[in-house]
T-cell receptor, first 111, second 114 residues
Framework: GQQVMQIPQYQHVQEGEDFTTYCNSSTTLSNIQWYKQRPGGHPVFLIQLVKSGEVKKQKRLTFQFGEAKKNSSLHITATQTTDVGTYFCAGVREYGNKLVFGAGTILRVKS | DAGVIQSPRHEVTEMGQEVTLRCKPISGHDYLFWYRQTMMRGLELLIYFNNNVPIDDSGMPEDRFSAKMPNASFSTLKIQPSEPRDSAVYFC???FGTGVHEQYFGPGTRLTVT
């Protein structure tokens, strides 16, 4: 079945450092979504990418969708303590209708 | 809109007891999802409904789990009998169109089975 792999599992950075999490799918995706879950909270939708090679930005967050539509990344510039949480990617297989979540990357920020 | 509403927020029960989790999706959303989250297995999709009809229940762990959606504004996830390994956070989410549109998650129910 469709699998979505996410790395790293965990990252601890100093406040102000950059952070990147990567998402890889075993199959071509029709779209990919990113969610953030704060500690003790619930996943909250951040963004969706649909086009091959697409790049979207939200303030200090940059999201990319690979040319082959099998991988994606989320990059945070100059992390802040408010960025802590777990970042999930979730993809829909091409011609599929189910969103499959990656295992998530836990981000901790030292101030 | 109040968002997705789940109740109870916390549930502690003894092994063997029946547990019922409740969810009210966002009005107008036609898809409803039940997820389970644990440290070991991450976020797992248990079942989802479209227009109150179960579409895919392949994630339901076993016959002890059942889910219903009697109308567009209410769904339940029932575990009978409960076991300690069912301890997890259970999320309900809703969306307008699956796979394409974003999912809105409820606050979750933290279930502890002793």
């Amino acid at each position: 079945g469709q699998q979505v792999m996410q790395i790293p599992q965990y990252q601890h950075v100093q406040e102000g450092e950059d952070f990147t999490t990567y998402c890889n799918s075993s199959t071509t995706l029709s779209n990919i979504q990113w969610y953030k879950q704060r500690p003790g909270g619930h996943p909250v939708f951040l963004i969706q990418l649909v086009k091959s090679g697409e790049v979207k930005k939200q303030k200090r967050l940059t999201f990319q969708f690979g040319e082959a539509k099998k991988n994606s990344s989320l990059h945070i510039t100059a992390t802040q303590t408010t960025d802590v949480g777990t970042y999930f990617c979730a993809g829909v297989r091409e011609y599929g209708n189910k969103l499959v979540f990656g295992a998530g990357t836990i981000l901790r920020v030292k101030s | 809109d109040a968002g997705v509403i789940q109740s109870p927020r916390h549930e502690v029960t003894e092994m063997g007891q029946e547990v019922t989790l409740r969810c009210k999706p966002i009005s107008g959303h036609d898809y409803l999802f039940w997820y389970r989250q644990t440290m070991m297995r991450g976020l797992e999709l248990l079942i989802y409904f479209n227009n109150n009809v179960p579409i895919d229940d392949s994630g339901m762990p076993e016959d002890r789990f059942s889910a219903k959606m009697p109308n567009a504004s209410f769904s339940t996830l029932k575990i009978q009998p409960s076991e300690p390994r069912d301890s997890a956070v259970y999320f309900c989410a809703s969306s307008f169109g699956t796979g394409v549109h974003e999912q809105y998650f409820g606050p979750g129910t933290r279930l502890t089975v002793t």
